[in-house]
């Protein structure tokens, strides 16, 4: 990967080799990596939103609007232990999981309101819960 910070070089190329990723797979994710980041640093209109799963962790979305859907850019789990997981185009994914790939439909996804602030606070304090 080119044009990223040489710590998500190193992590996707991490990942690849511990995933066994061809070549097209590599160029796939480096491709939806390019997209995020670029739908993150764009001007697009964006939205966010938080609901609790059944395992009582927090999850709160932001997302930009392209191609006349809402994309998830950014997804912040808290959950009860304290454990957050964050997953953005630095981080696409994990061995916990991943950013959805899915849009963001708020009524599908039971989501409530939620302010850039409140995401943003929530993103950078990871001791925030929206059930605390």
């Given amino acids: 990967m080119s044009g990223f910070p040489a710590e998500v070089e190193a992590y996707y190329g991490e990942l690849a080799e511990r995933r066994g990723w061809d070549d097209d797979t590599a160029s796939a994710i480096r491709s939806t990596v390019e997209l995020i980041r670029d739908l993150d640093r764009g001007t697009a209109p964006r939205t966010y939103g938080a609901a609790v799963d059944d395992y009582?962790?927090?999850?709160?979305?932001?997302?930009?609007?392209?191609?006349?859907?809402?994309?998830?850019?950014?997804?912040?789990?808290?959950?009860?232990?304290?454990?957050?997981?964050?997953?953005?185009?630095?981080?696409?994914?994990?061995?916990?999981?991943?950013?959805?790939?899915?849009?963001?439909?708020?009524?599908?996804?039971?989501?409530?309101?939620?302010?850039?602030?409140?995401?943003?606070?929530?993103?950078?304090?990871p001791g925030w819960s929206l059930t605390a």
Wanted: glycine share 8%; proline share 1%; net charge negative.
């Fill in 56 to 125: 009582g962790t927090d999850w709160l979305y932001e997302a930009v609007w392209h191609e006349a859907e809402w994309v998830v850019i950014r997804q912040l789990g808290a959950g009860e232990d304290g454990e957050t997981t964050r997953y953005w185009w630095q981080r696409l994914e994990d061995d916990e999981g991943m950013l959805t790939d899915q849009a963001l439909d708020r009524e599908d996804w039971g989501l409530r309101p939620l302010t850039r602030e409140d995401f943003y606070t929530a993103w950078d304090d």
